[in-house]
Nanobody
Framework: QVQLVESGGGLVQAGGSLRLSCAAS????????MGWYRQAAGKQRELVAV???????NYADSVKGRFTISRDTAKNTVYLQMNILKPEDTAVYYC????????????WGQGTQVTVSS
């Protein structure tokens, strides 16, 4: 099992910045990809940014150029730096870790609220 603890959400004005953190513990040796998803009220959960163990990164088109995902392998932590925030970025942000041993499983954090006021 993998446990994920998120922090860093909050309320910010449009144009502002926030940094989310996600610390992983447990069976971290089996993690293949970590990243962030978000779910706005009344909408489906969507990918924001993910980073693979090999370093490959994927961003949603809506956040490219504004958000940056990074990781600190020594701390088993993934970060999401969010700049130039827009009201449409308002959502609950969930940390995700995908493990591949012994089978492919998605693990989720508890979620952290990000609210961007106009």
């Amino acid at each position: 099992q993998v446990q994920l603890v998120e922090s860093g959400g909050g309320l910010v004005q449009a144009g502002g910045s926030l940094r989310l953190s996600c610390a992983a513990s447990g069976s971290i040796f089996s993690i293949d990809v970590m990243g962030w998803y978000r779910q706005a009220a009344g909408k489906q959960r969507e990918l924001v940014a993910v980073i693979a163990i090999g370093g490959r990164i994927n961003y949603a088109d809506s956040v490219k150029g504004r958000f940056t995902i990074s990781r600190d392998t020594a701390k088993n932590t993934v970060y999401l730096q969010m700049n130039i925030l827009k009201p449409e970025d308002t959502a609950v942000y969930y940390c995700n870790a995908r493990t591949v041993v012994p089978e492919t499983l998605d693990h989720w954090g508890q979620g952290t609220q990000v609210t961007v006021s106009s």
